[in-house]
């Protein structure tokens, strides 16, 4: 089955799912960075932060008003994914600052690359919005340099972010397994791409970016 094929109405709920999705993880990720803000080691870690936190409520504005270009409540729209994303969040609650720029490097990108490979089966405008959306802020250069020269200063905190690290991705597979089985319309895209080797290449291209931004911090994936 390729895209063409994919039933319309699947599509157009996938996309309302897709955007209600993506509009609460901006909302909180706007939260957690200001909240994560506060754990900065100097001022110029706060300003920095609060800048990426400022990108991500432009973020969420963003896709708020294409949920109501498309005639939808964003308050509805988000609503189904409430309660995975607390949990995931209250469930990998940062120690510490590090911890913190971990999280929001590895469990968040692992979290976008999933939606990229949704998004690509959406229509226009929607495809090209959620694309601009998952953009970096700036955040991945940020994390990389304070975590690298972190465990430069001290090695022994490599193996403690290496273990969180794998944690946060195991706790983000399981409610991406959550919100596929409440959500089909969102599936029912992955299951359009084709037989099971396509959707193992998925998985592998998600697993081999993880892989790479684990290089980036230094850590062992």
Not at 109 to 120: P, Q, T, V
Not at 131 to 151: M, N, P, Q
Request: charged fraction near 20%.
């Amino acid at each position: 089955m390729d895209q063409a094929t994919v039933d319309q109405a699947t599509v157009d709920q996938a996309t309302v799912d897709l955007l209600g999705l993506l509009a609460y993880g901006e909302l909180t990720a706007f939260e957690r960075m200001a909240t994560d803000a506060r754990m900065s080691p100097t001022v110029a870690d706060k300003i920095a932060l609060a800048k990426m936190a400022a990108a991500e409520f432009a973020h969420f504005q963003a896709i708020s008003d294409e949920l109501d270009r498309l005639g939808v409540d964003r308050e509805l729209a988000m609503a189904p994914f409430i309660a995975p994303l607390t949990a995931f969040h209250n469930s990998t609650a940062p120690a510490d600052w590090l911890e913190s720029l971990v999280k929001a490097y590895v469990g968040d990108n692992i979290a976008a690359d999933f939606y990229r490979e949704i998004a690509a089966r959406l229509p226009s405008p929607s495809r090209e919005l959620v694309l601009k959306v998952l953009d970096d802020t700036g955040h991945a250069a940020f994390a990389v340099e304070r975590v690298r020269a972190a465990i430069s200063a001290n090695p022994t905190v490599a193996g403690r972010l290496a273990l969180w690290a794998r944690r946060l991705v195991g706790e983000a597979l399981t409610q991406a397994q959550r919100v596929g089985v409440d959500r089909d319309a969102l599936t029912g895209l992955l299951v359009g791409v084709g037989d099971l080797e396509a959707l193992a290449a998925i998985f592998n291209r998600i697993m081999a970016a993880h892989g790479r931004r684990m290089a980036a911090l230094g850590l062992s994936a």
